[in-house]
């Protein structure tokens, strides 16, 4: 079962991390990055100890980019090369 239900707006962007983060009991972060979300993850987990929320938010607020992301990620095409 889930500590808790956490909206996205309520949780913090963390450069470092390269996540969404939120405060955990423990003293640790919870954590989710953005690729996470895109894929309709909604469990943020705590690296610390067992403890997750379930994170709440719209999974279209994420899709918009992802298009033009994995256009960035495709390897450049080869050309072919003459060999005599």
Same mark, same amino acid.
Request: net charge negative.
């Given at each position: 079962?889930?500590?808790?239900?956490? !909206?996205?707006?309520?949780?913090?962007?963390?450069?470092?991390?390269?996540?969404?983060?939120?405060?955990?009991?423990?003293?640790?972060? +919870?954590?989710?990055?953005?690729?996470?979300?895109?894929?309709? !993850?909604?469990?943020?987990?705590?690296?610390?100890?067992?403890?997750?929320?379930?994170?709440?938010?719209?999974?279209?607020? +994420?899709?918009?980019?992802?298009?033009?992301?994995?256009?960035?990620?495709?390897?450049?095409?080869?050309?072919?090369?003459?060999?005599?």
């Amino acid at each position: 079962m889930s500590y808790d239900d956490v !909206e996205i707006e309520d949780m913090e962007w963390n450069v470092e991390l390269q996540a969404y983060t939120y405060p955990c009991p423990c003293g640790d972060l +919870f954590q989710i990055t953005k690729d996470e979300l895109r894929l309709g !993850e909604e469990i943020a987990r705590c690296p610390s100890c067992s403890l997750y929320i379930t994170v709440v938010y719209n999974i279209e607020d +994420f899709l918009g980019d992802s298009d033009q992301r994995n256009k960035k990620l495709e390897p450049p095409k080869q050309q072919p090369i003459a060999v005599a």
